[in-house]
């Protein structure tokens, strides 16, 4: 596993549009519909909500195959962090971790997330915390919101990051 070559494609909001980037946000999706659509059962109209467009995202390639995602959205709130996926053939191999502290690389301001109460524990390990002890249902999966305090060293990328 580690003489595998690891790279992210990050496009840039509003540039995974363009038809030079069309493929990777393809990707991405495929990705996404393989984890949360066929996987977790998710309504396709939930995961595929017309944002993708406008939003950044990154495409995690182990050599030369996509195999992990994440979807980065400004809201009113500040910055989510989403659609994090790994494919099942890969997981458990620390590319998730990648794959957000990628993404924890790029931002300028500590994110959110909506994180699956399935990942709790995968995303405390990365620093994040509970906002509160409050539990909801997200697509029929029960979630809680968690933050990347202030105090959270956010450190370089661990792979190399290829702008779109």
């Not at 994440?70 to 500040?78: P, Q």
Request: hydrophobic residues 40%; contains cysteine; proline residues 4%.
């Amino acid at each position: 596993m580690n003489t595998m070559n690891k790279s992210v494609i990050f496009l840039e909001a509003g540039k995974a549009a363009l038809r030079e980037n069309r493929p990777y946000l393809e990707q991405c999706q495929a990705i996404r519909r393989d984890v949360f659509i066929n996987e977790q059962g998710v309504d396709e109209k939930i995961d595929l909500d017309g944002n993708d467009e406008i939003c950044a995202h990154l495409l995690l390639l182990l050599d030369d195959e996509a195999v992990g995602t994440a979807r980065i959205r400004k809201t009113e709130r500040g910055t989510k962090l989403e659609r994090i996926a790994v494919l099942a053939s890969h997981r458990g191999q620390g590319l998730g971790e990648i794959l957000v502290r990628s993404a924890l690389s790029l931002l300028d301001e500590g994110p959110y997330i909506h994180a699956q109460m399935t990942s709790l524990g995968f995303y405390t390990h990365l620093g994040f915390v509970q906002e509160k002890a409050e539990i909801y249902w997200e697509a029929n999966i029960p979630h809680t919101t968690m933050i990347l305090p202030p105090t959270v060293a956010v450190v370089e990328a661990p792979c190399p990051i290829i702008r779109r």
